[in-house]
């Protein structure tokens, strides 16, 4: 990190920062503003510092981060669509000692997967499941999600999601913290410093917690779509503060009972 | 030398659980399973065994559906474990989008189907009627499975072993076509050698990267169409050196004048009927495909050079049929007969077919 730069023979300057050496040097495809970069820096951050390169195997989803592993410089498989955490599953049982975390996206995970998710919680797999909440269907083009907000004009919701039609928006992580088989389950976001810096931590906690075969450790991420909410990224920071932090609360929703 | 007796001893044994104790015995490292008769057997022995193997890690796990169970198998498998599972005809449908995942990311694994009677929720008896399903793909896109298909509770052990071979050679999953009557009925069964079958280095794993390999990725998703069509040429470029693997069992052949083809138990019934139809002095033979994909095309193209005609004979509306009259391209007559919805021919039953078919040529010849 203090390594020093010579852009000239005069003039030395200080490197105070440089991207985590576990992220690859594929640009990012996604869109301008989306959280999902966020995420995978941060995480791939907590790789670095955490030294657990060579030992982390991640799942991706199919959805916007399907590209995941294209990102993450370390070993990675590519799930069928809400099937990431029994592939993660798969994975930890015949790698116990090795760290594994799936990363998936709330129509992956909330609602073709819903199963899959209960259950692998429920066994409490040792894993570490990263839940990025936008409430909509990026990859496909805006279609509304199991977490769509009530009203929230979508590609299938042109008037807005109606509770009486399609039912309300489903709170994953408060439905999951029931089970005894999670461990630690908390709602983060990325939509400030404070809110990345805090993200961090989690994710720092649950790697821990997976060091010592605590159970599923659970981070939701709310996050932002522009392109899928037809926003401009500063009016997508400012629904997602006023709307989607209203119903969905940022903050721990289960931790250790020591 | 006691040691070597008692691995060679003869037990008698369910097929289900025979193909149980081959797993175990292949040293598979994880089976990921869901209840569904008529194939319960395997993971029920499995969880009971296996914690008395103290040589053994082998994890057993009952999953949430047979969606999670094959989606498990591609976890392990692209972390380099042996891996299988087994069910029973819907069970497999479910997870035939998994299979495609698997085929295209070319993972080697093993895939148990103890079929029973469709379509639908169908019976639980005895069938053949996944047969298209099997060795035409079942899934989304251009692949193919490695299918064999056993006729005898040996053969449901032996068959794990091999599996296991093809799959970790060709990086390719390989089903064991099977049936209900297979998996429940009880023969006499010498099992495998326990700990014979070798492992070899998988550097392609999700293993965790270590520093001096790039990131191993295990995918099926190409999005760039030049590259997916890479992909695809890749596999059938696979799939056509396979052909290479293709086995069959003849029976009484060398003189037949009459073929029944037929896999699995049906070929159990079509043995029975050679010697019914032999005692009559009607020169019939058997051949009995041993992979259904691979099939034997070029073998039956031969045989029909020799023969009259060909019976295929199966549990089901006809399906092995088709790959049969492409076999043989129209030069001989390719009769059917079979029985659907869990339902079983008898030996007589094809002998009767037989003799019609042949009466009924000689009076067209007359």
């Known amino acids: 990190m203090n390594e020093k730069l010579y852009l000239d023979a005069e003039v030395e300057l200080e490197q105070v920062y440089s991207k985590p050496k576990s992220l690859t040097d594929v640009p990012f495809h996604y869109c301008p503003g989306c959280g999902h970069s966020v995420v995978h820096k941060v995480l791939m951050e907590v790789v670095d510092e955490l030294g657990i390169q060579e030992d982390l195997i991640g799942v991706a989803p199919v959805g916007c981060s399907v590209f995941a592993y294209h990102y993450m410089n370390v070993d990675m498989q590519e799930a069928a669509h809400g099937r990431a955490s029994a592939v993660a599953t798969g994975i930890k049982r015949v790698l116990p000692d090795k760290l594994v975390f799936s990363y998936q996206g709330d129509g992956d995970l909330a609602a073709i997967g819903t199963a899959e998710t209960i259950h692998t919680i429920n066994r409490g797999e040792n894993i570490l499941m990263i839940f990025i909440n936008n409430g909509i269907y990026g990859m496909t083009g805006g279609q509304m ?37 999670a461990y630690y389950v908390t709602r983060q976001a990325v939509y400030n410093p404070n809110a990345v810096r805090k993200l961090k931590k989690a994710l720092i906690k649950s790697i821990e917690y997976q060091k010592q075969k605590k159970g599923t450790c659970f981070i939701e991420v709310v996050s932002n779509c522009p392109s899928g909410w037809k926003m401009t990224p500063v009016e997508s920071i400012k629904f997602l503060e006023e709307q989607m932090i209203h119903t969905y609360p940022l903050g721990d929703l289960k931790v250790p009972q020591n | ?53 103290k040589d053994k890690k082998t994890v057993v796990l009952q999953a949430e559906s047979e969606v999670a169970s094959i989606n ?40 148990v189907n103890v079929v029973r009677g469709g379509p639908g929720l169908g019976t639980i008896q005895p069938s053949q009627s996944d047969y298209f399903q099997a060795t035409k793909g079942g899934g989304h896109g251009d692949y193919h499975l490695i299918v064999l298909a056993p006729a005898s ?27 209900g009557a297979l998996g429940q009925m009880m023969e006499k069964v010498i099992l495998p050698k326990d700990g014979s079958l070798s492992k070899t280095a998988k550097p392609w794993a999700t293993t965790g990267k270590t520093k001096d390999r790039d990131h191993n990725i295990i995918t099926s998703l190409f999005i760039q169409p030049e590259e997916m069509e890479k992909v695809n040429l890749h596999l059938q470029e696979k799939y056509k050196v396979i052909q290479s693997e293709v086995r069959y069992e003849e029976i009484q052949t060398e003189d037949a004048e009459i073929l029944l083809v037929a896999f699995g138990l049906s070929a159990r019934i079509c043995q029975k009927t050679v010697d019914l139809a032999r ?88």
């Open chain 1, 145 to 181: 999600a199991p977490t769509s907000l009530i009203g929230q004009i979508t590609s299938t919701t042109p008037y807005g999601r109606s509770a009486a039609q399609i039912g309300n928006p489903i709170k994953i992580s408060d439905l999951i913290s029931l089970l005894p088989g």
């Open chain 2, 1 to 53: 030398m006691e040691k070597e007796i008692k691995t060679e001893e003869a037990r008698l044994m369910k097929g289900n659980e025979a193909l149980a104790e081959a797993a175990i015995r292949a040293d598979i490292d994880a089976y990921f399973g869901y209840p569904i008769t008529p194939q319960s057997e395997v993971i029920e022995y499995l969880t009971r065994e296996v914690p008395n193997r």
């Open chain 2, 72 to 111: 498990m198998v591609y976890g392990a498998a692209g972390a380099g474990a042996r891996v299988m599972t087994s069910s029973s005809s819907p069970g497999i449908s479910l997870m035939q989008e998994g299979i495609s995942y698997i085929a295209a990311a070319e993972l080697p694994c093993l895939v």
């Open chain 2, 153 to 179: 509770v040996q053969e449901m052990a032996d068959f794990v072993f091999e599996a296991f071979r093809l799959a970790e050679k060709y990086r390719n999953p390989v089903m064991i076509l099977s049936d």
């Open chain 2, 279 to 366: 005692e009559k002095g009607i020169k019939v033979g058997l051949l009995r495909p041993i992979t259904l994909y691979p099939f034997p095309y070029e073998r039956l193209k031969e045989l029909s050079n020799q023969v009259e005609f060909m019976l295929d004979v199966e549990m089901n509306a006809g399906q092995m049929v088709e790959d049969v009259r492409l076999s043989v391209e129209g030069k001989v007559p390719v009769h059917f007969i079979g029985r659907m919805g869990g339902m079983i021919l008898s030996p007589e039953d094809v002998l009767n077919k037989i003799e019609s078919i042949h009466e009924s040529q000689n009076a067209v010849n007359a």
